[in-house]
């Protein structure tokens, strides 16, 4: 099968033509896959060249980096070169209307998930159509909570539709890692395969999605669509995902965790639910004032 490199100028991400119907986007930001501003002005560029083709039909997202398929924000980064962005096409900021799009998109998303999807690679798991995810290799958590973070990309309104609110709130309140069986389990994900499986089984049933008729498959998912959650749920997260940046608390889970190893290579990063308990510590008296 003969691939071709799309036209988009993406030092982090990749994106090829299997077929006129049939495209692999590649994240590839080693070492870790974290994403920071210029990841998110990829993902945008790349919507919008997937936007801009009347053929494709199926989209995979998967990761040339071992170990992680997509991780957590980029904590090194200055916050601001994020929250400057303009409005993306919904209204709404760049990395939430990203996903938005994807969900609304007739095209059909797949994710490919070998690694860790931490925080944004859940949100982006949640936002495809489907995902398939290596038993051995994969795994799943929303981590923000434990550092006194809230989410920004929407796990909380599209989790409970798909798993239920007390699995949801379980996934989101204890920053637990969860490995693909688990995931599985909780209708989180698709399936969870054998990692000598996971690449033949998400690339026929990718062409075989690509082959029928486009107009059918872009009506199917409009109609099922009628159950996302509404703009105004994302937007609630990311505010207050933003918010909870500011909070000392937030700025000193990340400088503990950092202390011990977050965001290079190694221990923390992937036992990152573990560390996550062992630097918890109790609130100071404003959790309920803040929530109200």
């Known amino acids: 099968m003969t691939t071709s490199i799309a036209p988009v100028n993406a030092a982090q991400i990749r994106i090829a033509r299997r077929s006129p119907a049939y495209w692999r986007v590649t994240i590839d930001n080693p070492p870790i896959n974290v994403m920071g501003p210029e990841m998110v002005r990829e993902f945008q560029e790349i919507l919008a060249t997937i936007e801009g083709d009347d053929q494709v039909r199926v989209v995979v997202f998967d990761s040339a980096v071992d170990g992680y398929f997509l991780n957590h924000s980029d904590f090194k980064a200055k916050l601001e070169d994020l929250t400057s962005m303009p409005a993306g096409p919904t209204g709404l900021p760049q990395w939430p209307d990203f996903l938005v799009r994807l969900t609304r998109s007739p095209v059909v998303f797949i994710a490919l998930i070998r690694g860790r999807a931490t925080g944004n690679g859940s949100e982006i798991t949640l936002a495809c159509d489907m995902s398939f995810a290596s038993s051995e290799k994969t795994i799943i958590s929303q981590w923000e909570v434990g550092i006194g973070m809230v989410a920004g990309g929407g796990p909380m309104a599209r989790l409970p539709r798909l798993i239920g609110r007390n699995r949801a709130l379980e996934v989101l309140l204890s920053s637990e890692d969860l490995n693909a069986r688990q995931a599985e ?51 609630a997260g990311w505010s207050a995902c933003i918010d909870s940046l500011g909070r000392s608390a937030a700025q000193e889970g990340i400088k503990a965790l950092t202390a011990r190893g977050f965001q290079s290579p190694g221990e923390v990063e992937n036992r990152l639910g573990y560390y996550l308990g062992q630097i918890a510590t109790p609130g100071k008296g404003d959790a309920n004032k803040s929530a109200r």
């Open 185 to 235: 389990q909780y209708g989180y994900i698709n399936r969870a395969l054998p990692d000598s499986d996971l690449d033949a089984y998400v690339e026929a049933l990718a062409i075989r999605i690509s082959r029928f008729d486009q107009w059918a498959i872009a009506n199917t998912k409009r109609l099922v669509n009628a159950s996302l959650p509404l703009d105004v749920e994302i937007s």
